[in-house]
């Protein structure tokens, strides 16, 4: 599988959890939504395992995407 590279706060739109939200933040091992995060259902987790490329579709776990740490808005801790 290619891997996702994300060097820009323009790519940063791709992700795309599996609710279909594009606030999506990459964090050391996962990614955490914050939609989801903002959602009041408890039963909704806003960490995940996978996240999807929204130009492809295809899902990509956090080893598989490569980011720029230097882009601003890139990545959140
Ligand atoms: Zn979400």
């Given at each position: 599988?290619s891997?996702?590279?994300?060097d820009?706060?323009?790519?940063?739109?791709?992700?795309?959890?599996?609710?279909?939200?594009?606030?999506v933040?990459p964090?050391?091992?996962?990614?955490?939504c914050?939609?989801?995060?903002?959602?009041w259902?408890?039963?909704?987790d806003?960490?995940?395992?996978?996240?999807i490329d929204g130009?492809?579709?295809?899902?990509y776990?956090?080893?598989d995407?490569?980011l720029?740490?230097t882009?601003?808005?890139?990545?959140?801790?």
């Open positions: 599988m891997k996702l590279e994300i820009s706060d323009d790519d940063n739109w791709r992700l795309v959890c599996p609710n279909g939200h594009t606030s933040a964090t050391n091992n996962h990614f955490w914050r939609s989801c995060a903002n959602h259902d408890p039963e909704v806003p960490e995940y395992d996978v996240v130009e492809t579709g295809e899902k776990s956090r080893d995407l490569e720029d740490f882009a601003p808005g890139v990545y959140h801790a």
